[in-house]
DNA sequence: CTGAAAGCGCTTACAG
DNA sequence: CTGAAAGCGCTTACAG
């Protein structure tokens, strides 16, 4: 192994010098910067990594919690870790992918010094892991966000997200119009955060059409899955017959509402129309009738997440990041008029 | 921050014995353990990993390198990678994702001695990565194979996976059976590996057969993309129209081939068998009708690469490691009998 | 069974 | 503009 010892040598100068070189760090005379890159380039010399963050006291690694990876991400969040990673990459970051469920275990990884700073996912309102975070005391960014609004975050505007959806499905004519969430083993009130402003903000964006139609909300929390969503085509079938339209913010479940729709002789825009938020519209492509979906702005918030915590540990910037993105309307053929028998 | 330093000081010991215990790697009195063991407990010390790396020379770092992980991977290849981020977390390593396409970026990267070992997906036949890697001298695993053997890898085993797709369809009653691949951007005979060893088994798995109805092998390389299914779909149409059977290996397709078809006025399966191979069964049930799916065992194999990968480092096995896996027959609703007009 | 000490390959005040 | 040297927090022969 070459190193800086070696090319100081070759270039008859100090390793300090070489290292200021390197790093940029101090004006070095000309010449003598030639003679030192002349070296590296002879030696082929690349800077370890490890010896520099030790002497540094900074790693240049960060760490990607998620609960849910080991089970099966959905394509959104998988859009985030790769735009995180590669946002990090060209910024000479590396981020490491830490599957911890287990509070215990992140503060542990967390106190090891291995990593500069943390992305954290799958926020809850009230997250214990933020707090462990925080009692670490190394950095970190939200990819969502807890109720404090002091902490670091990047987020889906999903008041806005949903308003749009539903807005959406209004100018089609739609009064009755339900919402699909996603059940989780989390207890009630502690579901991340996603799930809990996503029903709110359907509260507000069906709240005056409520009061006209004189219909109580209609919202239905199933499973992640095909399965799920073939129960929620049921539910909905059985509870709410008069929701002529549904937003979905569950992409797992997307097929199988559905598919269970159809089965139960609904079809899709006619009987029933379907919006699908904050997911991917490759997603949406897949299914048939294609889906109309509000794309989710994963491949840039992954990226702002990256950087802002990499802001942040350069001391870039100054204050808090607090980014909300909502999603994009992705036209496609799920959503229709209402049915006229149904039209109120 | 507290240091190994400060343990042995409150234990009245060098900082010797207290690596010595920690690493389990002398023994040591039982009750100058417990001394330390108690010092650790009440500092809450936790070695730092990076002073280890330098100290001892291993980081304990893994790396992942796969070319289109910033495009939109699918579904088999997240399980890999998830799992092995997985695996390696167990054996107390962590997995750096590097989204990587450039030999050279590859090169210094591995060069910075920040990882101990590397995992390389999308492994082409002849791919100069792989001499890269041999170059760089850093222990690695292929998650596929290249032509040379003797290289340590774990891959699924397409031989016998497209063979048992074709027996499926075959007692199904088809003699007339496409193969649909995916098309890259890599030169003809670049391609992964998994396309060209696909496409060997299916002319091998076929051979008989269309020896005796003699006609000639029926290929469609496609993108993976829904557009790319439906491509598959009209050129089956126009070009092959005596095929009752399709062999999918193009998990991005799968969608975008039933759509397609059906929007050609064939119906699944009663004109058209399609059995989906190398993908995952949550796939095959978000289409309609659910497809028949060979699963890939990605679950496992991204684990037992890692593990491989580990044991070689730690010189826990004598021979490079070759594991072949088949993918899992899943019924589902698109494989039945041919259509009694086209049977031959 | 335990310790003193060298060393891993860098960075960074400090001095000149 | 350049260098000598301390130090980052560990591991690991070596000696006793």
């Not at 070489?18 to 002879?42: L, Y």
């Not at 540094?56 to 394509?75: F, K």
Request: hydrophobic share 40%.
């Amino acid at each position: 192994m070459v190193t800086m010892r070696d090319v100081a040598e070759r270039a008859n100068v100090s390793i300090a010098t070489v290292s200021f070189v390197i790093n940029g760090t101090k004006r070095v005379a000309p010449q003598t910067r030639a003679r030192i890159e002349a070296a590296i380039e002879e030696l082929d010399y690349r800077r370890n990594v490890v010896a520099r963050a030790l002497a540094s006291s900074r790693t240049r690694i960060l760490a990607l919690l998620h609960p849910d990876l080991e089970a099966r991400p959905n394509a959104t969040v998988i859009q985030f870790v790769m735009s995180a990673a590669h946002g990090a990459r060209e910024r000479g970051y590396d981020l490491v992918l830490w599957p911890v469920n287990d509070d215990e275990q992140m503060s542990h990884l967390l106190a090891g010094g291995l990593v500069d700073g943390a992305l954290l996912m799958e926020v809850r309102i009230c997250d214990s892991r933020v707090d462990r975070l925080v009692e670490s005391r190394v950095p970190f960014a939200l990819i969502g966000r807890t109720e404090n609004d002091d902490l670091p975050y990047v987020d889906i505007d999903f008041a806005t997200t949903i308003d749009q959806a539903v807005g959406h499905l209004r100018s089609f004519g739609h009064e009755r119009i339900a919402l699909v969430t996603q059940r989780t083993k989390a207890a009630p009130g502690d579901e991340p955060g996603r799930i809990m402003r996503a029903e709110a903000a359907y509260l507000d964006a069906t709240a005056a059409l409520r009061r006209r139609v004189r219909r109580p909300p209609a919202v239905i929390a199933v499973e992640g899955t095909s399965a799920g969503g073939r129960e929620a085509a049921r539910t909905l079938h059985d509870d709410f017959p008069d929701a002529t339209a549904v937003v979905l913010v569950n992409e797992g479940a997307s097929a199988g509402l559905v598919k269970g729709s159809r089965a139960l002789g609904r079809s899709i825009p006619d009987d029933l129309s379907i919006i699908s938020a904050s997911t991917t519209r490759e997603l949406g492509e897949m299914i048939e009738p294609s889906l109309t979906v509000m794309a989710a702005p994963a491949p840039q918030l992954g990226r702002l997440a990256a950087d802002a915590l990499i802001d942040q540990l350069e001391g870039v910037q100054d204050t808090p990041p607090h980014l909300l993105i909502p999603c994009t309307l992705v036209p496609g053929q799920s959503v229709g008029p209402p049915p006229e028998g149904r039209r109120r």
